[in-house]
């Protein structure tokens, strides 16, 4: 009941945000996407990544209180036809978010911890603490390795979600040492992240913020663009940015800066992926406790 009446809040917050102004749309975009399934039984699912080597979908299960340590988070597997493969396929973690792959090893953002798996057998393989961390949420891989991961810092009160703690983003290294990477509050509460391969640079979607930025270590971020805010999820597909706003329950295609929200009525979108094979967009609705596959070409 408590989860639900914070949803509440996060969805009037969305509303409110929902009134202003869209950002300029982008003529340019592909076709309009299409829906081609809709796959249940999850529990307040937080992020979907598409595992190319294993042509598979892993699905974070908050399952509960997205900032409590109570042991009922899973991560489930899917098949690209949409068919639940194993619904709860690693068991026992408080509230994951974030996922991210190195090598065989599933990696997996837990509250003030990342969690590794190995992605074929479930096996734990690693737990790293990230000392001052207050509500890890994303994380992303970079070419030597290493883990990035932003810290959204929020705590669940008697209010709802409320800013508590520095946003951050950290690092983790291969030796899974731990530093601050970025620390400002220009970042607004950072959410998303992901890197771009082709730019050399990471993109980063807050959900305080109605900016999108990009960042390279050892600078500050700049902005990309700007939209609606509440930003969750960011994929990069070519040249473009997909990025999810809970403020108007839609999907943002990005190119060049300007925004058009092509993927509408998705309330509580997450953490997106995508599946580069088949051009889908793969989209968690965080409350609806299913996952939408979006054809997007």
């Known amino acids: 009941m408590r989860t639900k009446l914070w949803a509440m809040v996060l969805l009037l917050a969305a509303c409110k945000s929902g009134e202003k102004k869209e950002p300029q749309q982008n003529t340019a975009a592909n076709s309009a996407p299409t829906k081609t399934a809709t796959i249940s039984g999850f529990q307040t699912p937080e992020s979907v990544l598409w595992d190319?080597?294993?042509?598979?979908?892993?699905?974070?299960?908050?399952?509960?209180?997205?900032?409590?340590?109570?042991?009922?988070?899973?991560?489930?597997?899917?098949?690209?036809?949409?068919?639940?493969?194993?619904?709860?396929?690693?068991?026992?973690l408080n509230a994951p978010k974030g996922l991210a792959v190195v090598g065989d090893t599933l990696w997996v953002t837990d509250i003030d911890v990342i969690r590794g798996y190995n992605?074929?057998?479930?096996?734990?393989?690693?737990?790293?603490?990230?000392?001052?961390a207050v509500f890890l949420n994303d994380i992303t891989a970079a070419p030597d390795g290493s883990l990035y991961i932003t810290d959204t810092a929020i705590k669940f009160g008697a209010k709802g979600p409320e800013h508590s703690g520095k946003d951050r983003i950290f690092r983790v290294g291969p030796d899974r040492k731990v530093s601050v990477a970025l620390?400002?509050?220009?970042?607004?509460?950072?959410?998303?992240i992901t890197y771009d391969r082709?730019?050399?640079?990471?993109?980063?979607?807050?959900?305080?913020?109605?900016?999108?930025?990009?960042?390279?270590?050892g600078s500050d971020p700049t902005a990309l663009g700007t939209g609606p805010g509440q930003?969750?999820?960011?994929?990069?597909?070519?040249?473009?940015?997909?990025?999810?706003?809970?403020?108007?329950?839609?999907?943002?295609?990005?190119?060049?800066?300007?925004?058009?929200?092509?993927?509408?009525?998705?309330?509580?979108?997450?953490?997106?992926?995508?599946d580069a094979k088949r051009h889908r967009v793969l989209i968690p609705l965080f409350m609806g406790n299913a996952v939408e596959i979006w054809q997007v070409q």
Not at 198 to 217: C, D, E, L, M, Q
Not at 237 to 254: I, M
């Open 231 to 274: 930003f969750d999820g960011v994929e990069v597909v070519g040249n473009a940015l997909w990025v999810s706003s809970w403020a108007d329950s839609s999907v943002y295609r990005f190119v060049d800066g300007q925004g058009t929200s092509v993927i509408k009525g998705v309330a509580g979108p997450a953490d997106i992926g995508y």
């Open 183 to 192: 620390e400002t509050d220009s970042l607004g509460r950072p959410n998303g």
């Open 198 to 217: 082709a730019n050399g640079r990471y993109v980063v979607v807050p959900f305080g913020a109605g900016k999108i930025f990009s960042w390279k270590p």
């Open 119 to 132: 992605r074929r057998t479930q096996a734990p393989v690693a737990t790293v603490s990230l000392p001052g």
């Open 52 to 92: 190319s080597t294993l042509d598979v979908y892993f699905v974070s299960n908050i399952n509960g209180n997205p900032g409590a340590k109570d042991g009922n988070g899973f991560i489930s597997v899917v098949d690209p036809a949409g068919t639940m493969r194993d619904s709860v396929f690693i068991k026992g």
